[in-house]
């Protein structure tokens, strides 16, 4: 049993969501790939390689493990991760038609609230965790979060609106096709919080009888990331026989083998900053205590707030009017009231029950 300390672990899920944020910045060196081919490159590594690694290095008796844990888990926890890479999927083709912002805003806002809430009300724990003190800063915490995130979208709306401006663009905006695809993404990136945190509780509770420790919920990524894969894998498959691009992997076009080795240690590096995040979020998610069922939120709100700052750091919101620059302030704002108002809840919640 890891002792409650939601203090340390909100503080282990905000190294993973840094490194969330972070992970696609790797992106920017590469050269003379396809979309297609950088993204199953990476994906072979976070979905695939590095939760198998992870899990025979860090979980005692691996393959006991997978023999004890319950198949219905497993088979669940995996066709969750099919889910959640459709979602993925979705999430990319909204951008296209409305933009990075209001895609992130709306699908994370929807992921944060459905991965958090849907477990509890589903496992019929809701109503005795709402017993405890500190329930209700958590809950104010998840939708302060949700507001956070939807006014970041607005923020980016508008920076979006200016550069087009600028640049006298004119960028197809196709609202109703792309909220669509948003809301898709959104209900099926939250699977896989209730992946991790329900259906797959077994199989980490299992590792954790074998002596796993804070590493338990390594073993539940090995089903959840590998549907994931399968998914992302048929998609970008699909892509690269329909644009001729499988050749990009033995060679780059116009570039030498320098460049081909770059793009692998760019996607090798995505691959591992996307699969630390995963990490920490086991090592935090462990040690929630009472509200342990939060951690998706803490994750979510936490992943916008480091993604924005890393935008702000990048200069990206440089040059901007008075008015998006005092948007993106208060959706800042906001974000980091969200997170404190979630880690107080969960210390709250570790407090005796009133009665």
Request: charged letters at 10%.
């Amino acid at each position: 049993m890891i002792p409650a300390s939601p203090l340390l672990g909100s503080a282990l899920h905000s190294v993973g969501a840094m490194s969330a944020a972070l992970c696609y910045t790797p992106q920017q060196k590469l050269q003379g790939w396809s979309w297609q081919t950088y993204w199953l490159s990476q994906a072979f590594i976070c979905w695939l390689i590095a939760p198998i690694i992870g899990a025979f290095m860090t979980i005692p008796d691996t393959i006991q493990v997978l023999q004890a844990a319950p198949k219905d888990a497993m088979v669940v926890t995996f066709l969750l991760g099919l889910a959640y890479g459709i979602g993925g999927t979705a999430f990319g083709l909204a951008i296209r038609y409305v933009g990075y912002s209001l895609t992130y805003a709306i699908a994370i806002g929807l992921s944060c609230v459905l991965g958090t809430l849907t477990g509890p009300v589903v496992s019929g724990t809701l109503k005795s965790i709402m017993d405890r003190p500190g329930f209700g800063w958590v809950m104010a915490g998840v939708f302060v979060g949700l507001a956070g995130t939807l006014l970041c979208g607005v923020a980016g709306r508008m920076k979006e609106v200016e550069l087009e401006r600028g640049q006298n663009a004119q960028q197809p905006f196709m609202l109703t096709k792309g909220l669509t695809l948003c809301v898709i993404a959104g209900v099926l990136s939250a699977v896989y919080g209730i992946a991790v945190n329900d259906t797959g509780k077994p199989i980490a509770e299992t590792a954790a009888r074998f002596g796993a420790g804070h590493w338990q919920t390594n073993m539940v990524y090995v089903f959840a990331n590998s549907g994931a894969f399968l998914t992302t894998a048929l998609y970008t498959i699909g892509l690269g026989i329909r644009n001729k691009t499988f050749g990009e992997f033995r060679r780059v076009k116009g570039h030498g083998s320098r460049v081909l080795t770059l793009n692998y240690l760019m996607s090798l590096l995505t691959g591992c900053m996307w699969y630390a995040q995963f990490l920490f979020y086991g090592l935090g998610h462990v040690r929630m205590g009472a509200f342990e069922f939060s951690s998706w939120a803490i994750h979510m709100t936490m992943l916008i707030l480091f993604s924005t700052i890393a935008g702000l750091a990048m200069k990206e919101w440089h040059g901007r009017s008075r008015r998006t620059q005092a948007a993106i302030t208060l959706a800042l704002t906001v974000l980091v009231a969200a997170v404190l108002i979630l880690t107080y809840g969960n210390y709250l919640g570790e407090q005796p029950p009133v009665h």
